[in-house]
């Protein structure tokens, strides 16, 4: 199996790629338009800032590219964020493969950023089957994609927000799966199986 993870400065990449290992994947590294277009799979991994890595993907010319991948595909936090419309966090416009908006948790008695296990709800889709009943999952964001009729998993903090979302063959994870010991496991073994 061709599948690349796509390099974009945005942290984690080391995390999914021995994630990626314990499943009996070898993944490619890159920015290369050329390469991430011929992959099998991709994914969009990410721990950083929108606006910043929103500059890098249009330097490298993904930013048009990535909409347009036809092979599944899989955002993972930051990734998550960034194919969403909009991002508070810089005001920045993003790739626009979900219709969402990506605002900052409000302020209030809890903490920012939602750092820990935190429990999925509502589940839906392949990718997120065979996790048994109402799973943890590990998180750290500041920012939160809107739940939408795309969510196929929510989680509470502060308030609901979408842990997880699909369209097509895009598909994104608010936590991180690499993280996420057996259940994040077994979500990347459905996303290679997808």
Known sequence: MNL?????????????????????????????????????????PGVGEASTAMRYLRQAGLADLLPTLKQPFLGVCLGLQLMCRHSEEGDTPCLGIFDLAVKRFPAGDQKVPHMGWNLLEDLQTPLLQGLGERPFVYFVHSYYAETSPHTIARTDYMLPFSAAI?????????????????????????????
């Open 4 to 44: 690349v993870i796509i390099k974009y400065n945005a942290g984690n990449v080391q995390s999914v790629t021995h994630a990626l290992h314990r499943l009996g994947v070898e993944p490619v590294l890159s920015d290369d338009p050329a390469v991430i277009r011929a992959a099998d799979k991709v994914i969009f």
């Open 166 to 194: 699909h369209r097509d063959n895009f598909y994104a994870t608010q936590f991180h799966p690499e993280k996420s010991g057996t259940v994040g496991a077994k979500i990347l073994e459905n996303f290679l199986a997808v």
